[in-house]
């Protein structure tokens, strides 16, 4: 397991974030829109309808959406095989609150009780570089 494939998953987790927050921002604005049209003079009328284009880009986003959450899935399935074969309990640890938990380097620290953030990053970079 390199470190580029480890922060892809970061990254495609992210993502996948970005496009719940993207879909649900959408489907909150809703399909049918509507609009007033002027008929004469004192008369209007309320026209409404179905925003195909937001409606197909909802579905496009929907799909996008679940092909990354699969990839995600399987890479986490990986990721979780490779943590349970570090044999030292504090890499183990250090592997599952960063990519497991998504957390950042500071959070860690403090969860680890180490006295620098740079501590855990260190022992993780090391352990990748001697296990290439």
Same mark, same amino acid.
């Given at each position: 397991?390199?470190?580029?494939?480890?922060?892809?998953?970061?990254?495609?987790?992210?993502?996948?974030?970005?496009?719940?927050?993207?879909?649900?921002?959408?489907e909150k604005q809703g399909i049918i829109v509507?609009?007033?049209?002027?008929?004469?003079?004192?008369?209007?009328?309320?026209? #409404?309808?179905?925003?195909?284009?937001?409606?197909?880009?909802? !579905? &496009?986003?929907?799909e996008i959406y679940k092909q990354r959450k *699969? @990839?995600?899935?399987?890479?986490?399935?990986?990721?979780?095989?490779?943590?349970?074969?570090?044999?030292?309990?504090?890499?183990?640890?250090?592997?599952?609150?960063?990519?497991?938990?998504?957390?950042?380097?500071? #959070?860690?620290?403090?969860l680890m009780g180490f006295k620098h953030e !740079? &501590?855990?990053?260190?022992?993780?970079?090391?352990?990748? *570089? @001697?296990?290439?």
């Amino acid at each position: 397991m390199t470190k580029e494939v480890l922060e892809q998953y970061i990254d495609l987790q992210k993502e996948i974030a970005d496009l719940e927050k993207k879909i649900k921002k959408l489907e909150k604005q809703g399909i049918i829109v509507a609009d007033v049209v002027q008929n004469g003079y004192k008369r209007h009328a309320v026209v #409404k309808g179905v925003d195909y284009v937001r409606l197909d880009k909802i !579905d &496009t986003l929907i799909e996008i959406y679940k092909q990354r959450k *699969e @990839k995600a899935l399987k890479q986490e399935v990986e990721i979780a095989n490779f943590i349970t074969s570090i044999s030292d309990t504090k890499l183990r640890q250090i592997f599952e609150y960063r990519y497991i938990d998504g957390l950042d380097w500071y #959070k860690i620290q403090i969860l680890m009780g180490f006295k620098h953030e !740079d &501590t855990a990053r260190k022992r993780h970079d090391r352990f990748l *570089e @001697k296990n290439k």
